[in-house]
C-alpha cells in the first residue's frame, strides 16, 4: 500500500457522492416520465384482441440477453488483459454500464419512445440502451486505466446524450439504416474516446509502463471477454431489425463475417509477429472487427461471400493497426489508446459506414422483393433512390464523426478538471488506488519489480 | 498433503455410496413416478389440434437455460473467491444442485403436477427444480468450506423437502404470488443456511481465518459469477410467470432493480471503505440484491420508478449488512455467514416479501385492467380484496421463515452427526482435504505462509 | 525465450499462407454456390403468404447460440487446464472453428441443402456447422499440445469432408437417427482423433511429462468449459429435432441424463481417488458424458428413468476410463489422448449409439402415436419395422467407426508430413512456441522447474 498515497476527504468523497446523485436524478425522471408501454403495461397488453405469443418479448427478449451478456461480460473481461488493473475493468464496466442503462433510457426515451408526455419502456427500450452503454464502453476502452471512476460516471453522462443525439440525426432525421452501430456505437464509441485520450494524453505515462502489458492467467480472463463477445454477436447486429427474414439474415451475415476476421487476424497475426509467434492482443480483439464491419450492412442483402469478404478486410486491417498503426498513434499523435479501440471500433466503424454506403447504393427491387419494404422503406415508396440512400448514408457517418469529435474534446475538458480525483502518472493501470486489493497481488507485484530490477 | 491427515475408510466412502444410495433411490422413483407431460409426449402432444409453435418450451426454455447458467456458473463462480476452495466451490455447487435438481423434480411433482398416479415433466418443472437448486446453494453459501460433500447431500435432502412443502404451503394453500421466489427462494434459502450454521458454529474458526479471504485472481473468477447472476436475473424472475406482459413486465422491472442496486453499491462501498476504496465483497454481491428484491413485486406493476426505488435500497441495505451486520452476526449471534447470504439473499428477501405486500395491497382494476386475472385472480374474480392480498402475502413470508428456521436447526443437527465426514477447524476453506490439488497450490500456499511468518 | 529455438522462415510462413489460402478458397466457393435461402432471402421471404413469426429463426436461433457457445467457450476452456497450453487450447480452438464453419457450410450444404446449383444456407446450416466444428474439436482433444496450428488446419480440412460424407451416410442414405450426434460427432470425432494421435504417437513424449498437468487456476479455468458445456447440452441435443415435443423431449431428456452422470461422476472418482479425495480431471470430463450418451436417443421416448439410467452408467464408465484405461491405451496401444476424448466422447458415444439401436427397436405407434411420423417416418409410413429400424442404427455406428479409423488414419499420414511445423517433444504442451507470451509465464515456469530441481 505503501506506493498509493491517501486522498483527501473531498476526493473520497467524490465518487459516493456522484453516484447518489445521479442515481437520485435519474429516479426522479423515471418517476415523471417512464412508463410501461403496451406489451408491459397489463391493462394496456390485455386491452384489445391478441395472443400472449404476439409479444415483442418473444421475439426479441432472447438477442437482448445475449447482447446483455456481451455489454457487460464481453466487455467487462475484455479489459480484464491488464495484469493489475482487472478489477477497475470489470467493476468500472460494471457501474458504468449500469448507470448508463438508465440515463439512456431517458435519453434515447425522450428521442424515440416519448409519446403523451411519457417515455414508454419494453424489451427495445432495454437493447436501444444496452447499445448505448456499449458505446460508452467503447470510450472507456481508450482511456482504460488512466482515469477514476467519478471522471468515467461523467463522461458517460455527457456522452449517452450525445449518442442520443446523434443517433437520433441518423436513424430519424437522415433516416439511415444503421442497425448493429457501425456508425452509431463503434464509429460514434471509438473517436469520442479516441478525442477525450488525445484531451487527457499524459506525456509521464511511462511511469505506468510496467504495468501496461498482460500476465498469463489475466490473457486468458481477457479471452472470457472475446469469445462472449464473438458468440453473440450476430445477436447483436440483429437485435434491433425487422422481423423475420431481417433478423435471420443479419444474424448470418455477422456469423461469416466473424468467422473471416478470425482467420485473417491469425494469418496476419503470424506473418508479422516476432518469430512467426501469434499475439493475444490481436486474436483477442482483432478477431472482433467482423462484426463491427457488417454492423450497418448485415440486415441489407449483403450476400454471404460479401460477409466473408468484409470479415476479413476488418480482421486484416485491424491487426496491422495494432501492430503499427497504435505506437504511431501515440507517439505523433499523442492518443494514447489503452486498449486500442481505434483498430477494433475506429477503423472497422467507418469502413463498415462505407460498406453500408455501398450495399445501399447496390439495392434494387429485385433483389429484395417486397422485403425492400423492411429495409429501406423510403426507396420502396419512391421517396428515395439507391444511389440517394448511399448519399444519406455517407453524410451518417459524416454527422457521427462530428458528433464524435467534439462531444470527444468536451468530454476530455470536463475530465480534465483539476477537482476530480484523477490517478497520478505513476499510479495508472493501477487497481489499488480505487480498490481493496487482497495480500497476494502485492506480492506477486513485489516479485515481477524484483525480477525487473534484476533484468 | 502433510497439512492434511488420511481420513478412515469408513469417512472415505460415505460420499460414493451416499451419492450411489440417492441416485439409485431417485432412478427408482423416477421409474415409477415420473412420465412426460402433454408437451414432451410424443403421442399426447400430436394428439389434438395445436402448432408446434404453441408448445410451451418456445415461451420459457431461453429463460430457464438463463436460469441454469445462474445456478451453475453463477452460483458456482461467485463462491470462488476463496483463496483455497475454489474446486469445493464450483465442484460442489455442480453435484449438490445435479441432486437437487433430481430430488425437487420427484418432490415438487408430488406438489405441483401429480396426475393420475404419474408426475408429468416438462420445461415448467425443469425451472422449478432449478430454483429449488438456487435455494439450496444460497444455504450452501452460509457454511461454504466449513462442511463436507456428505453433510451437503444430506443438507439438499431435507432442505429440498421443506422447500417443497413451504412453496406449496405459499403458492397453492395462501395463494400468495412470489414468481421470483424473494420469500420461497431467497429468505427461505438464507434462513435456512443462517439457522444451519448457527448449530454448526465452529468457535475455533480462526484457525482457517488466513484462508477465508480471496487473492487477485480468485476474485476475478468470483465476478465471472456475479455477472452472469446480474445479466440473467430479470430471466429468472420473469422465467414462471403469465405470458405476454407478465414476463415482459417482470424481465424489465428485475433490469431496473439491478441498475439501481449496483450504483447504491458503488456508492455506500467507497463511502464506508477504508480511503474510499471500493471493496469486491459488495460489488460481487450486494450489487445483485436488487434482483432479489423484486422477485415477489417485480410481476406486478410495480412501475419502473418503484423498481429503480427497491433496487437502490437493497443494494445500499446489502453493502451496509456486509460492512457492519456480518461481524456481528459471528460475534454476537455466533452464526458464522461465509457468503454473507443474509445480506445478499436473507434481508433483501424479507424486503422484497414486503415489498410484494406493499403492491399487492396497491392493485387495483384500473391500474392492471383484464390483466388482474394473470396477475392476482382471486382479486380479479373478487374473492380477494387487495388488502387481503396483501395479508396473505404477508402471512406467506411468516410461514417461510417458520419452515426455514425449524428446517436450518434440524439440518443442523442432522450435519452434527458424529460419524459424517466433516473438516476438522484448522482445514476449513481448504480444497485438499476434499480433493487433488494440483502441485502449484501447495507452493502458492507455502509461499503465502512463509509471507504471513515473515510479517 | 531460451527454451524454445527459434523456427526457420519457411515454417514461419506456413501459418499465415495456409490462413489466407483457405480463406480466398472457401471465399471463392461461398461467392460461386452459397445464397440465402428462403427464410434468410428478402425477396423469398417476403414472396407468399406467412407471418414472420413463423420464420425458422424463432424456433432455433436460441438454440443455435447455446450451441455456439458450447463450441467455443465450452471447448475451448476445458482444454485450458493444462499449465502452460491456455493460449494454444483456447486460441486454436478459435481458429480451428472458425475455419470449420466455413468449410463445412460448403461440405455439408453440397450435402444437404443443394438446389438448383446453389448452397441454400439460414440457421439450420449454422447449427450443422457448428456441431461439425464440434466433431473437429473432439479430435483437436485427442492431439492437444502435440501439434501445431498448421497441422491442425489441415486435419480441419480433411476431416470436415469426411464427418459430412459419414454424416450424409447415416442421414440420409440409412436414415438413422441421431439428433445429437452420438455417432456423427461424438464417435467419429474421438475415434478419428484417436487413430490420428496413434499414427503420431511420440515415444519421447515424457520430455514434456511436466507440462501435462494442471495448474490451480487452470483448473479453474477449466471448469468455465466443463460447466458451459453441461448448461447448454440440452440445446445441443435438441437443437436440429422435430419442433414442439421433439426438441422439447430432448432438452428434458438430456437434463435428466447429465444430473446421473454428474453423481456417478463424483461417486465413482471418490471411489478410487486416493484417500477418497476427487479429481478435477473426472468432474471436468465424465460428468459432461451423460450428454453423449443420450446424443442419438434423446430425441425418442426414451423416457426419464432411461435418461437417468443412461447418465447414470456414462458417468460411472467414463470415470473409470481417466482412472485405468488411459494409461494402458498409452503404454499398451500407443495412443496420446490428451484430454482422454476415448473417455468423454468414444466409450459414451458407442455407447449412445447403442442406446439409440436398443430404444428405436422398442418404437411402438403406441408409445409415440402421431408423433411417430416426427421421430421414426420410415416406421410410420411402414417402410421399416422397428427391428430395421435398430439394424439400421446399428450399421449407421459401424460406418461412423469405419470413416473415423480411416479418415483418422489419412490425417495422421497427412499431419507426419515432415515439412509441417509441428513442436518438438520438448516443447510439447507448451504455448511459447507458437505464441507470444508475457514475461509472467516465464517465471512462473522457471519457478516450477527450480521447484521440481528441487524436489
Chains 1, 2, 3 share one sequence.
Not at 438477442?63 to 470489470?90: A, C, E, N
Not at 439512456?104 to 414508454?120: A, K, M, P, R, V
Not at 484531451?199 to 501496461?212: A, D, I, M, T
Request: charged share 10%; proline share 3%; aromatic share 12%.
Amino acid at each position: 500500500m505503501a506506493g498509493s498515497p491517501r486522498r483527501s476527504a473531498g476526493r473520497r468523497l467524490q465518487l459516493p457522492l456522484l453516484c447518489l446523485l445521479l442515481q437520485g436524478a435519474t429516479a426522479i425522471l423515471f418517476a415523471v416520465f417512464v412508463r410501461y408501454n403496451r406489451e408491459t403495461d397489463a391493462a394496456l397488453w390485455h386491452w384489445g384482441n391478441h395472443s400472449d405469443a404476439d409479444n415483442e418479448f418473444y421475439f426479441r427478449y432472447p438477442s437482448f440477453q445475449d447482447v446483455h451478456v456481451m455489454i457487460f461480460v464481453g466487455f467487462g473481461f475484455l479489459m480484464v488483459f491488464l495484469q493489475r488493473y482487472g478489477f477497475g475493468s470489470v467493476g468500472f464496466t460494471f457501474l458504468l454500464a449500469a448507470f448508463a442503462l438508465q440515463w439512456s433510457t431517458l435519453i434515447q426515451g425522450f428521442f424515440h419512445s416519448f409519446s403523451g408526455g411519457y417515455i414508454l419502456v419494453g424489451v427495445e427500450s432495454m437493447i436501444n440502451a444496452d447499445f448505448c452503454a456499449g458505446a460508452v464502453l467503447i470510450s472507456f476502452g481508450a482511456i482504460l486505466g488512466k482515469t477514476g471512476p467519478v471522471q468515467l460516471l461523467l463522461m458517460a453522462l455527457l456522452e449517452v446524450v450525445l449518442f442520443g443525439l446523434n443517433e437520433f440525426v441518423l436513424l430519424s432525421l437522415l433516416e439511415v439504416k444503421d442497425a448493429g452501430g457501425s456508425m452509431t456505437i463503434h464509429t460514434f464509441g471509438a473517436y469520442f474516446g479516441l478525442i477525450l485520450s488525445r484531451v487527457l494524453y499524459r506525456p509521464q505515462l511511462e511511469k505506468s509502463k510496467h504495468r501496461q502489458g498482460s500476465v498469463y492467467h489475466s490473457d486468458l480472463f481477457a479471452m472470457i471477454g472475446t469469445i462472449f463477445l464473438w458468440i453473440f454477436w450476430p445477436s447483436f447486429n440483429s437485435a434491433p431489425t425487422a422481423l423475420g427474414d431481417g433478423q435471420h439474415r443479419t444474424a448470418l451475415n455477422t456469423y461469416y463475417s466473424l468467422t473471416a476476421s478470425t482467420l485473417s487476424t491469425f494469418a496476419l497475426s503470424a506473418l508479422v509477429g516476432g518469430d512467426g509467434r501469434l499475439d493475444m492482443v490481436h486474436v483477442q480483439n482483432a478477431a472482433l472487427a467482423g462484426g463491427v464491419i457488417v454492423g450497418t450492412s448485415a440486415e441489407m442483402m449483403l450476400t454471404p461471400f460479401g460477409a466473408l469478404a468484409a470479415g476479413f478486410l476488418a480482421g486484416a486491417i485491424s491487426t496491422l493497426g495494432y501492430k503499427f498503426l497504435t505506437p504511431i498513434l501515440e507517439s505523433k499523435l499523442k492518443v494514447q489508446d489503452t486498449c486500442g479501440v481505434h483498430n477494433l471500433h475506429g477503423m472497422p466503424g467507418v469502413l463498415g459506414a462505407l460498406l453500408g454506403v455501398l450495399v445501399a447504393g447496390l439495392a434494387t427491387h429485385e433483389a429484395y422483393g417486397d422485403g425492400l419494404e423492411s429495409v429501406f422503406p423510403l426507396i420502396a415508396e419512391g421517396q428515395r433512390s439507391a444511389t440517394s440512400q448511399a448519399v444519406h448514408q455517407l453524410f451518417g457517418l459524416f454527422v457521427t464523426l462530428t458528433f464524435a469529435s467534439v462531444g470527444g474534446g468536451l468530454g476530455g475538458l470536463l475530465l480534465r478538471l483539476p477537482i476530480l480525483d484523477s490517478p497520478p502518472d505513476a499510479q495508472c493501470y493501477e487497481d489499488q488506488i480505487y480498490w481493496e486489493v487482497p495480500g497476494e497481488h502485492e506480492l506477486l507485484a513485489q516479485g515481477s519489480e524484483e525480477t525487473e530490477t534484476q533484468a
